[in-house]
């Protein structure tokens, strides 16, 4: 534009440069306001909300962008103010005064009537600002609010025993109280793994050893990685997330080496949870690789799994995960190793709802209901429900930005974005079908075949 400083003009040059810096599209934004370009600023502003949706900088800019100038009243002019006739000079025995004005005879200045009644005004905003959820009968239990985010946390790796470590051991922050729903994958959990952790004296009576693992199998984006970490917490231990590229390296010897570190680092800050993360990459079947390195790779992981000496992994619970349990080495599912296979499966009506709620309790929403959507969502995973709800806010956003006018996210912008999505599981229960049937040696997809008849997909 012609009238535009020189800083806003490199400032756009800047944001084209930078699209996706939030910070400097905001800055251009508040500059664009503030010159009177108020079209531009909401453009940048719905940019940016575009980006984060969640960015509270970004919904006030725009709030103000969209919002009507109240026209200005015409300033009364003030009455010229006397100068206080000469007083005497004070006496040195005079006590002192606490207002000159009442000291000089003027009028103390009126009082206020009643307070402002903030309550009645509440009462009256009840019925213009709609509640942000609909209100559900309350049930005999209320079900705990899950949190199942998708990427995992980023959490110090302060008081390590080994601080020159290349890899970040973590606290267990979270348990399974953390994780709404999902009951039957806590029952087996805590009978097949967690229990004899517990107590020591009746492991010590059985002669249960603190070694072994569980590999957690299921649909992608169920919160597998989250079970691992509540896991963790569960048993007080420290956590390490490790996936195939923090091992794999393309020189000979490395990727051995570095599964050696890996557990030598697990095993000095014993109790610890070890998590490998797409283990059908890491530990895929010997029998399919071409690649020698590769091969080493498992071979070393299978070494390491079982310890030098019979007793190094004493405190170390191995736990990985897997969308292809049928691609994983037999070698890595023997009793001692990942002798437990545990189905994630997509989270039930509870957790959906908690789900839902947990992606939207910082978005600005309006009369959302949570029991409709979670009914309607069957089969849906958590990445799933985030994408759900990133969908409505794009909805709304563009609609905010077409009409020039801010609005909250409602239950139609849900329900529009729900008829253009399918669940994602949907392929992953299609190839899990046929090894269920057909290739379930030993009853290691019993789980699984049970779920496929409830839910009549066989």
């Not at 009364?76 to 005064?97: F, G, H, K, N, Y």
């Not at 490998?276 to 299978?302: C, F, H, P, Y």
Request: glycine share 8%; aromatic share 4%; charged share 25%.
């Amino acid at each position: 534009m012609p009238d535009e400083s020189p800083l806003i003009k490199s400032l756009r040059t800047a944001v084209d440069a930078a699209p996706d810096d939030v910070p400097l599209r905001l800055h251009l934004a508040q500059l664009l306001l503030d010159a009177g370009h108020v079209q531009d600023a909401i453009a940048q502003a719905a940019g940016a909300l575009q980006r984060e949706p969640g960015n509270t900088d970004a919904q006030m800019l725009m709030a103000r962008a969209v919002a009507p100038v109240a026209p200005v009243a015409p300033a009364t002019p003030i009455p010229p103010v006397a100068p206080p006739p000469p007083s005497a000079p004070a006496r040195l025995d005079a006590p002192p005064v606490a207002d000159p004005a009442a000291a000089a005879g003027a009028p103390a200045p009126a009082t206020t009537g009643d307070p402002y009644d903030w309550r009645r005004a509440e009462n009256e905003l009840a019925d213009v600002v709609p509640p942000r959820f609909v209100q559900q009968p309350a049930p005999d239990a209320a079900p705990q609010e899950p949190e199942l985010p998708e990427a995992p946390l980023t959490v110090d790796g302060s008081g390590t025993a080994d601080d020159s470590s290349l890899w970040e051991v973590q606290p267990g922050d979270i348990t399974l109280a953390d994780v709404g729903g999902m009951h039957e994958v806590k029952d087996r959990l805590e009978a097949a793994f967690l229990a004899p952790m517990r107590n020591p004296e009746l492991r010590k009576l059985y002669g249960k050893s603190l070694r072994g693992g569980l590999l957690l199998y299921g649909p992608p984006g169920c919160g597998k990685t989250y079970i691992a970490r509540a896991v963790a917490g569960e048993l007080g231990a420290r956590f390490m997330s490790v996936s195939i590229s923090d091992v794999l390296d393309m020189w000979i010897g490395n990727s051995e080496r570095n599964l050696r570190q890996l557990f030598e680092t697990a095993r000095r800050n014993a109790p610890c949870v070890l998590f490998l993360d797409e283990l059908d990459a890491l530990g895929a079947k010997r029998s399919q690789i071409r690649n020698t390195g590769m091969r080493n790779t498992v071979n070393q992981l299978l070494t390491e799994l079982d310890g030098v000496d019979g007793s190094a992994n004493d405190g170390v619970f191995v736990l990985a995960a897997t969308n292809h349990p049928w691609d994983v080495d037999t070698a890595l599912r023997r009793p001692g190793r990942l002798d437990r296979m545990l189905l994630v499966l997509p989270p039930d009506r509870t957790a959906r709802e908690g789900i839902i709620h947990h992606h939207l309790k910082d978005r600005p929403v309006a009369g959302i209901d949570l029991a409709k959507l979670a009914k309607r969502t069957e089969g849906f995973s958590g990445a799933d429900l985030r994408h759900l709800c990133e969908s409505a806010a794009e909805r709304a956003l563009l609609d905010s930005v077409r009409t020039g006018r801010a609005r909250m996210i409602e239950m139609s912008d849900l329900l529009g974005a729900l008829d253009q999505l399918r669940p994602s599981t949907g392929p992953w229960f299609a190839s899990a079908r046929n090894v269920a049937q057909f290739a379930n040696d030993g009853g290691a997809y019993d789980e699984l075949l049970t779920y496929l008849k409830r839910k009549k997909m066989l």
